[in-house]
């Protein structure tokens, strides 16, 4: 039974082909599957699509028939995932075949040679490198070309083609009784036969189901190594060559038969299946080691940095403590020494009173006295080693709080650290900052003096144009005293000199002088002149 990831392998080749423009977009009427199709049909017409843009055969050893067999074998041995390729094992796994079909012997070195160079580059094979690597020899050097061309027909007879066992054989005839050779092809759910090994005429086919069973004949009518189909609706008898051939047909026949009821798919894809799953699972076995390799390396650095400090701290305790016992056998020495002088003064001091018993009986008790004040003096002394030995057990709490505070000290100070270069971080953003303000500022004052310097100039045209205002304004000034005393000296004259000047299209004005004896202007400048006298 074909999966679906079988199926869209070949057209996947297709619809490549078809993508001329690569944006993953393919025309209905460009490809088109029906329902019920050949998948041997579908094969070569994907083929037809794909292989003229990608494969030259006239550098190839192999036929274009084979090169298409290689083409479906790499189909059914690529991974389901796309762009398809092949991995090493299943590569390995295909040459193997192919040198058992052809009877030669594997070469385990060469082929671990070429995949360390392959891996050198990349772990996998796409198809047309599948096809160079078989059509140019690379393995296959030596061989012939015919003996090639029917070991990769073997191949691809049991991998793709799911033809289990193939031979000649003898058939017994259900109505006249013959016996007649054919070429039987045992697949898993049927077993067909033909007139020849070309697969051009086809006699017949015989349908396996879980009812069948396969047995052995003993020898009748001339014929040997005889056995039998049977199932439901007729049986079939067949003469294999030989012993062997007989068992092998009977025991694939079986093995078919066992594998339709456990409801099981052929052999090959089968082990295929198992290939895969074992290489998943090394995989994630692969993985899931680095993972704790990973973990074991980094809690071995902790455990590391653990033990040297604390070997660090014991080393510095030791030498402490050596310190601590070089002071205190110091100061016992130093009080040893001093007991023993004492005892040394007391031992004279006794002899020399021993000299002076006789002599000195009054000085007896001031000796009694000397030696309860040695006693006194020796109670003292321990008392102040007791003291002393106190003394050094605060001494010891005290440096044990001394250490305690310098870890706390380090602490702050590595806090004080990090506050001091979070402080040089906003002081060297401050100085970005600063720097970047002195430019704008820099920027602006070249501005500011470009529009002082502007203004100076603008002041100076202002001042140049006001000076010509004024000389102006005084022309002007003139020029209207000038008018004003001409036009006062005409109005003296009462009407006997007028200027003429043209009518206006306003009604005439009539004064006692007649109409329009006057402009409009000189009128005003009469009613404006009374009415300076009037006020």
């Not at 004052?445 to 004024?470: F, K, T, V």
């Not at 009407?495 to 329009?516: E, Y």
């Not at 404006?528 to 009037?534: A, C, K, S, V």
Request: aromatic share 8%; hydrophobic share 35%.
């Amino acid at each position: 039974m074909l999966s679906r990831d079988e199926i869209l392998k070949p057209i996947w080749y297709a619809f490549t082909a078809l993508d001329v423009d690569r944006n993953g977009k393919v025309s209905k009427s460009q490809l088109k599957i029906q329902a019920n199709f050949d998948f041997n049909e579908l094969n070569k017409m994907c083929w037809t699509l794909s292989a003229p843009k990608r494969i030259s055969s006239k550098h190839l050893l192999i036929s274009g028939a084979d090169t298409f067999k290689v083409w479906c074998i790499f189909n059914f041995l690529s991974e389901d995932k796309y762009p398809l390729h092949i991995v090493t094992e299943e590569l390995e796994y295909f040459l193997r075949r192919l040198f058992a079909a052809v009877g030669c012997s594997w070469n385990e070195d060469r082929f671990e040679d070429y995949k360390m160079q392959l891996s050198v580059k990349k772990k996998n094979l796409n198809a047309w490198e599948l096809i160079e690597l078989i059509g140019l020899g690379h393995f296959t050097k030596g061989i012939n070309t015919q003996t090639l061309s029917m070991g990769i027909n073997v191949v691809f007879q049991e991998l793709v083609m799911d033809v289990i066992k193939q031979g000649y054989m003898m058939k017994k005839g259900h109505k006249r009784k013959n016996w007649t050779e054919r070429w039987f092809e045992l697949h898993l759910n049927y077993m067909s036969y033909y007139v020849s090994e070309d697969l051009i005429e086809q006699k017949g086919c015989i349908s396996l189901d879980r009812n069948c069973c396969v047995e052995s004949l003993p020898d009748k009518d001339g014929k040997k190594n005889l056995f039998i189909i049977k199932c439901v609706e007729k049986s079939f008898e067949i003469s294999a060559s030989d012993k062997k051939t007989k068992q092998e047909w009977i025991q694939a026949i079986q093995d078919c038969i066992v594998r339709i009821r456990q409801g099981l798919s052929s052999p090959h894809r089968e082990s295929r299946q198992k290939r895969r799953e074992m290489r998943n699972r090394l995989k994630a076995e692969q993985e899931m080691m680095e993972n704790r390799m990973r973990k074991l390396q980094l809690a071995n650095e902790r455990k590391q940095a653990q033990l040297e400090a604390m070997t660090k701290n014991l080393q510095e305790a030791s030498m402490r403590g050596d310190l601590e016992e070089q002071r205190r056998l110091q100061t016992q020495n130093e009080l040893l020494d001093q007991y023993r002088r004492d005892l040394e003064q007391e031992k004279m001091a006794r002899m020399q009173m021993e000299e002076k018993v006789v002599e000195k009986a009054s000085e007896v008790e001031q000796y009694w006295q000397r030696t309860q004040e040695l006693e006194e003096m020796y109670s003292q002394l321990k008392k102040a080693l007791d003291d002393e030995r106190q003394a050094k057990e605060d001494e010891e709490a005290l440096r044990i709080l001394q250490a305690r505070l310098l870890q706390e000290e380090a602490n702050k100070r590595l806090e004080l650290e990090k506050i001091h270069q979070q402080q040089q971080e906003i002081l060297s953003q401050s100085q970005k900052e600063k720097e970047e303000l002195e430019r704008e500022r820099r920027e602006k004052e070249s501005a500011l003096q470009a529009a002082q310097e502007q203004l100076e100039s603008l002041r100076r045209q202002r001042e140049g144009a006001q000076e010509e205002y004024m000389a102006i304004t005084k022309k002007l000034e003139r020029a209207a005293n000038k008018t004003k005393n001409w036009k006062h000296r005409v109005s003296k004259q009462e009407g006997l000199l007028r200027i003429i000047s043209p009518g206006t299209k306003s009604p005439a004005k009539i004064t006692n002088w007649g109409p329009a004896a006057f402009t409009e202007t000189e009128l005003n400048e009469l009613e404006r002149i009374w009415q300076e006298n009037n006020n």
